[in-house]
């Protein structure tokens, strides 16, 4: 009666994870050989990777990734395709965050741009940073209606305290005039704040980013804010998604038994890694 009323107490105070770990410990005989410290600090980390698990979970649902299950460890690149495995991963759990990087990631289409950039938004979310993933096509649309219904203002100042906003298709369409100002408005509240990230996906070349932005000054603006602290990643080879066709294609049109590309980004494979399936009540 005493250990139901514990347990109780523990969860009244939202201490599941504790309770969770005291419940398991009277199952397992071998915790009974354990004494009173060890036994508690494995119900304080059980606590407290159930509360980082808790938070985790809040940060994925809220950056709205196209690809949530995305993460660094499945990101295969090579010198085949884009950068190198060691360097990019040791880029990833480095300081990007905190420094207020802006990752530009350029590549063809269909060569796992998105991809690796929601790989590295999860990577930023597992260390309990927020993130965003937003279309800049889809972008304009949306800050028009904001526009109409009076919230620009109060979605800009959430938005800049977003650690890592991922906009991703950036340059694929043409600009029009007010979404050129709003998209100002984007960048420089973002400009110069520490742990505060960008991360930009393009099919077109940064020196041609000038033009596509249109306006002299507005375009000055943006690419000084956005360039002036970034870390580039160039990726290349074809596309994955015509890889992933004809191994459709070759295996009879039935896509169970098609094999992942030899190359690459897994958020192209519908298979789920080992690392996935443990992290799958994450997404």
Same mark, same amino acid.
Request: hydrophobic residues 40%; charged residues 25%; proline residues 4%.
């Given at each position: 009666?005493?250990?139901?009323? #514990? ?7 939202r201490?599941?994870?504790?309770a969770?770990? &005291?419940e /398991?410990?009277?199952?397992? !005989? ?17 606590e407290?990777n ?8 809040a ?13 660094? /460890?499945?990101?295969? $690149?090579?010198?085949?395709?884009g950068?190198?495995?060691t +360097?990019?991963?040791?880029?990833? &759990? ?7 990087? #802006? ?7 269909? !060569? ?9 938004a999860r990577? +930023?979310?597992?260390?309990?940073? !927020?993130a965003?993933? *937003?279309?800049v ?5 949306e800050?028009?209606? %904001? ?6 203002? !109060?979605? *800009?100042a +959430?938005?800049?305290?977003? /650690?890592? %906003?991922v906009?991703?298709d ?5 600009? /029009? ?19 505060? $990230? ?5 099919q %077109?070349?940064v ?14 603006a943006?690419?000084?804010? &956005? ?7 160039? %990726?290349?080879?074809?596309? *994955?998604?015509r890889a992933?066709?004809?191994?459709? #294609? ?7 038994? $098609? ?19 443990r ?5």
């Amino acid at each position: 009666m005493l250990l139901n009323d #514990t347990l109780q107490q523990l969860r009244e105070l939202r201490l599941a994870g504790m309770a969770d770990a &005291l419940e /398991e410990q009277l199952t397992h !005989s071998a915790c009974a050989a354990l004494g009173l410290e060890e036994r508690f600090a494995l119900l304080v980390d059980r606590e407290t990777n159930h509360r980082h698990d808790k938070r985790l979970t809040a940060l994925l649902k809220r950056a709205r990734l196209k690809y949530p299950q995305a993460c660094i /460890e499945d990101a295969q $690149a090579g010198t085949a395709r884009g950068p190198n495995r060691t +360097a990019f991963t040791q880029f990833a &759990l480095s300081r990007w965050v905190e420094q207020g990087l #802006t990752v530009v990631i350029i590549g063809p289409t269909g !060569s796992g741009k998105s991809w690796l950039a929601c790989a590295l938004a999860r990577q +930023a979310c597992r260390r309990e940073h !927020s993130a965003l993933y *937003l279309r800049v096509p889809r972008l304009a649309e949306e800050l028009r209606i %904001l526009h109409g219904k009076g919230g620009i203002a !109060s979605w *800009l100042a +959430a938005l800049a305290r977003t /650690e890592v %906003l991922v906009l991703d298709d950036w340059a694929l369409a043409p600009l /029009e005039p007010a979404d050129r100002a709003d998209l100002l408005k984007v960048i420089d509240d973002r400009a110069g704040t520490r742990s505060c $990230a960008t991360i930009l996906t393009t099919q %077109l070349p940064v020196d041609q980013w000038h033009a596509w932005l249109g306006h002299p000054t507005i375009a000055d603006a943006i690419l000084d804010r &956005l360039l002036s602290n970034e870390h580039r990643i160039q %990726l290349k080879g074809e596309s *994955l998604r015509r890889a992933t066709r004809d191994d459709t #294609t070759k295996t009879g049109g039935n896509p169970q038994t $098609a094999q992942p590309t030899s190359m690459g980004f897994p958020g192209h494979d519908p298979e789920m890694t080992g690392h996935d399936r443990r992290n799958a009540q994450l997404v």
